[in-house]
Each structure stands twice: as C-alpha cells, then as structure tokens.
C-alpha cells in the first residue's frame, strides 16, 4: 500500500487532529457489531482518524471507463457513537442494508457508501449506490489496491 501522507487526509485544509482510535474504542466496535476490522482498515485509522483525502477518485474496476467515484470522507472511530462522521453511525445507519458482513468505511459527497465486503479475505471494497436502488458495484479487491488506486478527478482539477 503506498505511503499514506500521499492522500493528504485532511479537514478542512487542516490536518486531522482527532487521536487514532483506543484499543478500548476499537474492542467495543468489533464486540457490538460482531466483526473484525480489517487489518489494514485499522492501519489507515491509526495514521488519520477520519477526514478528507486530497487524492479522492478512483475508477471502479467492474465498470471501466465509467465514471469516476470520489471519497468525500473516511469515517473515525472513537467512544462518540453518534457523530455522524463516525463508524458507529455509519454501521448501525448502513447495516440492515449492506449486512452483517459488510462495513462502511466513507462516503462521497452524495451520501453513497464504500464498505468492506468481510465475507471475501482480503475485504473487497465495494460502494453502496442509494439512488441507483442501493446497488452495489466492485471498486476495488482490496483497501490496498483501493488506496493505491486513489488519484485527483481529473474532471475536478
């Protein structure tokens, strides 16, 4: 996976500044939700706690040519299980949708969902499309190959 201070996580232009999330935090999510974080889902949480990658598009890999899709945010994880930019929203919110077996990650600016398909090892990613009927498309096999995958939209610059 490429050196992550390539994305340039940011909020607000400003460096995230919330703490990587406690082994406590982390312990409760995966206890209350019944699942594991991937591995290097708790990597990129470790290095930016949430917060708005600069380098944000990415090609799905079931459609291309298509459009291009844009992480307008990655979700944080701490004891706040309300924020709405937090993993415990987004999985109690997203989950009798997705599944038990799929976590959302981050959504773009419209409100669709990246998630983590937990039943393929490693975790595909996918996003969730609310107004295409919440279909799902393929964007990536890995979160590895997801980040790596991330460039600026060539339609935004």
């Given amino acids: ?89 987004a999985t109690e919110q997203w989950r009798t949708r997705l599944g038990k077996d799929a976590l959302p990650f981050a959504a773009d600016g419209g409100g669709n969902q990246f998630f983590f398909d937990l039943k393929v090892s490693p975790p595909a990613v996918k996003v969730c499309i609310h107004d295409e009927g919440f279909a799902i498309v393929d964007i990536a096999p890995s979160l590895e190959v997801f980040i790596d995958a991330l460039s600026i939209d060539p339609d935004m610059v």
């Fill in 1 to 89: 996976m490429r050196n992550l201070s390539e994305l340039n996580i940011n909020e607000g232009g400003r460096p995230v500044s919330r703490p990587a999330p406690t082994n406590n935090a982390i312990s409760a999510f995966q206890a209350h939700f019944g699942l594991a974080l991937p591995v290097e889902h708790l990597r990129l949480l470790r290095y930016s706690n949430g917060g708005h990658p600069e380098l944000d598009s990415i090609e799905p890999v079931s459609r291309p040519g298509s459009a291009r899709w844009a992480v307008n945010r990655f979700y944080h994880l701490d004891e706040d299980r309300t924020s709405a930019e937090s993993l415990w929203a």
